[in-house]
């Protein structure tokens, strides 16, 4: 019997990678985190409909190191603990001493990117290290891997993420949304780097089927991979928003005390506007919305752009970001790569892989070209 470990399975993201692998009869999961009460009621929980066998162990992903992880015999871990932002590649480098896989959900640009570093030591132990196996990079990624070779020049790629809101981020998920707000990011517009400012950069966007919604800048480390994979690009520009017009601009309002050094960081305020939303989370939906848009020009030379559109309802968006983990730690298992070695997760499944896996959920993707 294969074993997943899921540190932090019982997190917004960690319990939905935990209730799709605990589909598999062949598998054991274990939920992980540093609370004894939340790990073993979410694993008894999920063991009643469960076809896994369903466990729970006490780890910490700061202070975790090789022996307990090799205690845990796990085939491979997934780490989504969170916020990556803080963190060391400890759990990392405690998985490679441990000789087992290692996938986390980051969307940190710094720590994704800098996963490579641990690659030699991933490649002489025999495992796999992955870090971005979420919506961005993860997911992302495949979208435009798989469309960028219909343009013989890829110019420019856009993404975005507007999630309904009835979705509980968890305070984890919550701080590191306002560690970014008002702060500088360099990116790629127009050919150069210029900065940008978190939650700036203030604009709508028309989802497809749920109508305009506010979106502001966001730093992920596509702003890095894209540009890297891809040398035609001359602008590459992610982007998130909130569903309720009112919580953007507020947002939106008090990045502006970062960026005038008024306050330093907005995330001690994660507790109390986390309380705010969840009292008002009436005002919102359930529907979410995802976007890549890629421009270019076709072996005619002719301008063209396609925008692939995802829309995930009845409260099914926050699986997104879990599920490309999950498609990893089956693949893993079952031995079909990725290959040893540490890498951000880029181009690392196909759109097709990632339909599959959410076929029984309220979530469907289009792509229009123009």
Same mark, same amino acid.
């Given at each position: ?25 062949? &598998? ?5 985190? !540093?609370?004894? /009460?939340?790990?073993? @009621?979410?694993? *008894?929980?999920? $063991? =009643?409909? %469960? ?50 896989? &290692? ?5 940190? !640009?710094?720590? /994704?990117?800098?996963? @490579?570093?641990? *690659?030699?030591? $991933? =490649?002489? %132990? ?60 360099? /990116? ?183």
């Amino acid at each position: 019997m294969s074993r997943i470990l899921i540190v932090g399975g019982y997190g917004a993201f960690g319990a939905r990678a935990a209730r799709r692998l605990a589909r598999e009869p062949g &598998y054991e999961i274990v939920i992980a985190g !540093r609370s004894k /009460v939340a790990a073993s @009621a979410f694993a *008894d929980e999920l $063991a =009643r409909t %469960a076809a896994a066998k369903v466990s729970h162990a006490i780890l910490d992903a700061v202070t975790a190191r090789a022996e307990d992880i090799r205690a845990l015999s796990p085939t491979v871990v997934i780490n989504a603990s969170g916020p990556f932002q803080a963190q060391s590649y400890g759990l990392a480098r405690a998985c490679i001493g441990a000789a087992c896989h &290692y996938v986390d959900l980051a969307d940190a !640009r710094a720590f /994704v990117t800098g996963i @490579a570093q641990l *690659d030699r030591e $991933a =490649r002489a %132990a025999g495992v796999s290290v992955i870090s971005g196996a979420s919506s961005v990079p993860g997911l992302s990624s495949a979208v435009v891997h798989a469309f960028a070779g219909e343009f013989a020049a890829l110019d420019a790629v856009e993404i975005g993420i507007s999630p309904g809101n009835s979705f509980d981020p968890g305070l984890a998920t919550t701080a590191s949304i306002l560690s970014q707000a008002g702060k500088p990011y360099a /990116v790629l517009t127009d050919g150069r780097k210029q900065i940008a400012y978190g939650w700036q950069g203030l604009h709508r966007r028309r989802f497809a089927k749920l109508g305009p919604r506010w979106m502001s800048n966001v730093e992920v480390p596509d702003l890095d991979l894209l540009p890297a994979q891809y040398p035609s690009l001359n602008t590459a520009r992610f982007c998130a928003g909130v569903e309720v017009g009112l919580f953007h601009l507020g947002l939106w309002s008090l990045s502006w005390l970062v960026r005038a050094g008024l306050v330093r960081d907005l995330s001690p305020l994660a507790a109390p506007l986390l309380k705010a939303k969840r009292t008002l989370r009436f005002l919102g939906s359930d529907a979410g919305g995802m976007f890549v848009i890629l421009r270019g020009r076709d072996s005619s030379d002719e301008r063209r752009e396609l925008t692939w559109t995802m829309i995930a309802r009845s409260g099914h968006g926050p699986y997104v970001p879990a599920i490309a983990s999950v498609i990893l730690a089956k693949r893993l298992i079952a031995g079909t790569g990725p290959a040893p070695g540490a890498r951000p997760c880029f181009a690392l499944f196909a759109p097709a892989e990632f339909a599959a896996e959410i076929a029984d959920l309220d979530i469907s993707s289009t792509t229009q070209w123009r």
